[in-house]
């Protein structure tokens, strides 16, 4: 049962770190197959560390999520998720509202039961904000030139909604232990950094003078976390290069 598990673990971290490289190149052919609803996720983190198999305690991708499931497995959900709002906006169906109405929704869904917790797990909540930043931002989609669909302005509304309730939650509780950019950088999630550099692209972007404040609280972020993550630091010179080119 050992090694099953460790083959487990080991397909599961990189069907994560695979779905996520993609955010930045939407269309590029996932490195695996697309996670099948009966597949079983891994088992508890803690009880993995201590060499204990329990297999009466294994959960499936289609199990409703609990507060006993580990954090792993919670990551896993939110990665087989991740692949499919990749899929969505890459594909043919990248103007289905239908099916983007039914993402977002179910996105949201994940994020608020993961954020409404007592002990809130940053990393995955992070990884959660970059799913829907995927979703909303248009310049993912491949078909530019395509007629606008009769709620393309809802998707727009929907996108500058959702950078505003990012930004007031970021800044409500940044000098908090559930900050997701304040934290120490030794235990910043590089899921973070990404999401916080993507985040504030959209808002130069937006050109919206409310922005401001937390571009530069952002930005400050980085330039904590950069004694610990030196992509930290590539993100900040990127954000300079975004701030010339879009006269922020």
Known sequence: MVEVEERRRVW???VILDRFVSIGSPGRPFATSEPNLDDTLPCDDEAWNQGII???????????????MSKFALLCQAARLLGQVLNHVSGASSHDDELWMQLDRTVTSMLEASVNVENPDCDRIAFIYSTLLALHTSSLSPHPSNPPSP????????????????????????????????????SMSLWALFFGYHMCVEQIKSKDPSSHDIVVLVRKGFEEADVR??????????LEAHEVMDGY
């Open 54 to 68: 329990n297999s009466s305690s294994y959960s499936t991708l289609s199990s409703p999520t609990t507060s006993h």
């Open 151 to 186: 709620l393309h302005q809802h998707r727009t509304e929907r996108k500058v909604q959702l950078l505003q309730r990012i930004s007031r939650r970021i800044i409500a509780n940044v000098s908090t232990p559930h900050s997701l950019l304040g934290r120490d950088p030794k």
């Open 12 to 14: 599961w971290a990189i």
């Open 229 to 238: 993550w030196n992509v930290a630091g590539v993100y900040l010179r990127l």
